[in-house]
């Protein structure tokens, strides 16, 4: 069983919804969590970082890290068809010197125009 | 300000040859990761460099090896390639140490055939 899982969609959803993207993980060490957005044959994006528990916002995107459960999730609000691509969740360690990310498999998103 | 940079884009080998991928950091960053992503799958950990020394390996073969320069730049060797090796190839750059927030590079593509 992969430490990270995500469920790999497609997720196809109009304009101007709102799109929950989710990851559950069972390594209780991860304490750092992103969400990288990756368009075809590109590398990831960085979009959101989040410590520990708790939620952050950033313009159209809200990350929610939820460590009791296992649990994280990325809100995107009024969805425009820019944002089609493939969603990664990714998590590390806080050991120190231990920064490697562990990703899940990506959700492949559509906004539909 | 520039981001991570990558070359070559584009390889194509044959198996048995052997390759050398380039990567510079973002600017102010030290500390350089490599990891493969291939076609359709999420990106997987090669390994970490910082100040030179390769300080943490994912679970990959000893044909991989690394360097990082004292500049910070990176290079990424593969020898005895095998057609599994064919994969987008991606540089991802943070500053220090236990501090996830990776930027990543666009990728080189690498064919084997």
């Known amino acids: 069983q992969k430490e990270v899982e995500q469920d790999p969609g497609p997720l196809s959803v109009p304009e101007g919804a709102i799109v929950s993207l989710n990851c559950t993980y069972s390594?209780?060490?991860?304490?750092?969590f992103m969400w990288y957005r990756q368009y075809s044959r590109k590398g990831p994006e960085l979009l959101m970082y989040?410590?520990?528990?708790g939620n952050k916002e950033d313009g159209r995107f809200t990350a929610q890290v939820d460590k009791s459960s296992k649990y994280i999730s990325l809100f995107i609000r009024d969805s425009q068809p820019s944002d089609s691509a493939t969603y990664l969740c990714a998590m590390s360690a806080d050991d120190f010197g231990n920064e490697k990310l562990t990703f899940g498999t990506g959700t492949r998103l559509t906004i539909i125009p | 300000d520039a981001g991570v940079t990558q070359s070559p884009t584009h390889l194509i080998k044959t198996r048995g040859q052997q390759v050398t991928l380039r990567c510079s950091p973002k600017s102010g960053h030290d500390t350089v990761s490599w990891y493969q992503q291939a076609l359709g799958q999420e990106p997987q950990f090669i390994f970490q460099y910082y100040e030179e020394e390769e300080r943490q390996r994912g679970n990959f073969p000893d044909r991989f090896s690394g360097h990082q320069f004292p500049n910070y730049s990176s290079e990424l060797n593969v020898n005895a390639l095998l057609l599994g090796d064919s994969a987008l190839y991606l540089c991802?750059?943070?500053f220090g140490l236990g501090y996830n927030e990776q930027f990543f590079g666009p990728g080189t593509r690498l064919t084997v055939l």
């Open positions: 989040t410590y520990s528990s």
């Open positions: 390594n209780s060490a991860f304490q750092y």
């Open positions: 991802a750059s943070s």
